[in-house]
Antibody
């Protein structure tokens, strides 16, 4: 069973950048996607973007597309999320998650889910 | 539309049945996916597709949809079910990933 292991907590200054890693342990990325989601203290979940490692092309949420870069190294089974121009509002726990799209033929309806999550990486932005 | 709307909080008596709803136009195209999150933990996938549960998820959890409203039903709520529940789907164009604001479930 694949596990996603993320890098450790970070404390950053406003205006700087952070790069969080997410390594697939016990398996590979295969044809799955890797999504990045964050959660500010006491708040809900927020999608930043995703990548399908075997394809390499990332997709970014519109809110973050000028500041986020998501990459994946197939050889090491590791995905990365870099966020630039940090402000205090970027203080959050950042999660990576394995994701998959699907289509229910009988119901003619699509579905999308994240079934394996990393443990989360706390990023604190403070002067 | 690019939003999923959930009630902020719901409570249920121990052993009773509770339904958590999620409303959004994207749910006419995409099934809602449901996640449970307990304090200090990563979200846990509990319902995906029409009404599928990953291995190890209790059959007390079930999902359904009607029009633009998805529902998560917990039958015979237990104390350990107390958590935040989030619905999610892609937007109607299948591009962005949406999350509802979350529903805090209290088991009384």
């Amino acid at each position: 069973q694949v596990q996603l292991v993320q890098s450790g907590a970070e404390v950053k200054k406003p205006g700087s950048s952070v790069k969080v890693s997410c390594k697939a342990s016990g398996g590979t990325f295969s044809s799955y996607g890797i999504s990045w989601v964050r959660q500010a203290p006491g708040q809900g979940l927020e999608f930043l973007g995703r990548i399908i490692p075997i394809l390499g092309k990332p997709f970014y949420a519109q809110k973050f597309q000028d500041r986020v870069t998501i990459t994946a190294d197939k050889s090491t089974g590791t995905a990365y999320m870099e966020l630039t121009l940090l402000t205090s509002e970027d203080t959050a726990v950042y999660y990576c998650a394995r994701d998959q799209d699907g289509y229910n033929q009988e119901a003619q309806q699509y579905f999308y889910y994240m079934d394996v999550w990393g443990q989360g990486t706390t990023v604190i932005v403070s002067s | 539309s690019s939003e999923l709307t959930q009630d902020p909080a719901v409570s249920v008596a121990l052993g009773q049945t509770v339904t958590i709803t999620c409303q959004g136009d994207s749910l006419r195209t995409f099934y809602a996916t449901w996640y449970q999150q307990k304090p200090g933990q990563a979200p846990l996938l509990i319902i995906f597709d029409k009404n599928n549960r990953p291995p190890g998820i209790s059959d007390r959890f079930s999902g359904s949809v009607s029009g633009n409203t998805a529902s998560l039903t917990i039958t015979g709520a237990q104390a350990e079910d107390e958590a935040d529940f989030y619905c999610s789907s892609r937007d109607s164009r299948g591009e962005h990933v949406l999350f509802g604001g979350g529903t805090k479930l209290t088991v009384l």
